[in-house]
């Protein structure tokens, strides 16, 4: 072989080699590209999911606040409660002796009625289920008496009021049934 078959031979031989290497960096670089883009796809997808699970977090908060600040007053209410009972049997004891008491009598149901409005503007309500059926989630009994123009189970009279605060239950009334 000549020196010139050899040099083209050399020559061929490291076009080959470079051709190769530069066909093992493109691989390299599509497969630093490749994990790139898979890293990104799962930092974005981490990204999201604790964005939503902090915009929840943020959304139970509110309403676990607004659910604390609207049944806080609870305790203080149930204690009012007793006020709201005697100021309702000092009026139903002077409305049988209304001459000999009636500016009393003025008195009491002005206070009631200002209760009343306190009540009202905190959200509780006083409920009244007279005439109808026991309801265990409103009710309690604590006696029955024979009724035959009624149906059992139909609260014939109220005892004690019961209340709620937001549509929920304060304190339940206790009340006589037919049975």
């Given at each position: 072989?000549?020196n ?26 599509e497969?630093?590209?490749n ?29 676990e606040?607004?659910?604390t ?14 006020v ?9 004891a ?17 206070t009631?009625?200002?209760?009343t ?9 006083r409920?009244?289920?007279?005439g ?12 029955e ?5 009624k149906e ?28």
């Amino acid at each position: 072989m000549s020196n010139k078959d050899e040099d083209v031979e050399e020559l061929e031989t490291e076009e080959t080699q470079e051709t190769e290497a530069e066909a093992t960096e493109e691989e390299s670089v599509e497969e630093g590209e490749n994990k790139l883009e898979e890293d990104f796809a799962k930092l974005k997808d981490d990204y999201i999911r604790l964005y939503a699970e902090m915009d929840n977090m943020k959304k139970r908060s509110q309403a676990e606040t607004e659910k604390t600040i609207k049944f806080a007053i609870s305790s203080f209410a149930k204690e009012l409660l007793g006020v709201a009972d005697n100021l309702e049997r000092a009026i139903t004891a002077m409305s049988e002796n209304k001459e000999s008491c009636a500016d009393l009598l003025k008195g009491v149901e002005l206070t009631q009625n200002e209760l009343t409005k306190v009540f009202e503007k905190f959200g509780i309500k006083r409920f009244n289920h007279i005439g109808e059926k026991f309801d265990p989630n409103f009710e309690r009994v604590v006696q029955e008496v024979d009724s035959p123009d009624k149906e059992s189970g139909v609260i014939l009279t109220e005892l004690q009021a019961g209340y709620t605060i937001h549509d929920r239950i304060l304190r339940e009334a206790m009340v006589i049934v037919a049975k």
